[in-house]
């Protein structure tokens, strides 16, 4: 079983709106934070994956749901098209955007995986812009 949801928190800048999978091995498992950028996804065998990559295609893919029509698929891949025309930048700013109008869960209290300090300093040597979100 798949759970997706907003919950937990972020390791690196506390924001308490991150965008989590978690479940059964074997599928993509993973955080994100749109606020600061910081993500982690893997599936438990041979693909892992650190930073904004680890989750902006699922948030692309959220986004893109926002606009599906009950009977066609046609919207879904047109903004899927435009998403990736756009800068990792502005698909997160975004994804901030959408994060902050929606209602927090409470299901997860931090983050799906366990991060080491190095983690943490790892992701902020980025140096990306972090919103306003705390
Ligand atoms: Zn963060």
Redesign the pocket.
Known sequence: MLTETLSGK?P????DKLLQRYGSLGYHLLDG?A????GYSSNHYDDDDFGVGAWLPYAKHILSCQYIEPETDEFYERSMVELNKLSDEEVRRMVFEWCEKQERADDVDTTIFTYTDEDVEKHKAFGLP?FNGT
Do not use: P
């Open positions: 972020c690196c800048c506390g924001y934070c606020n600061c950028g910081f972090v």
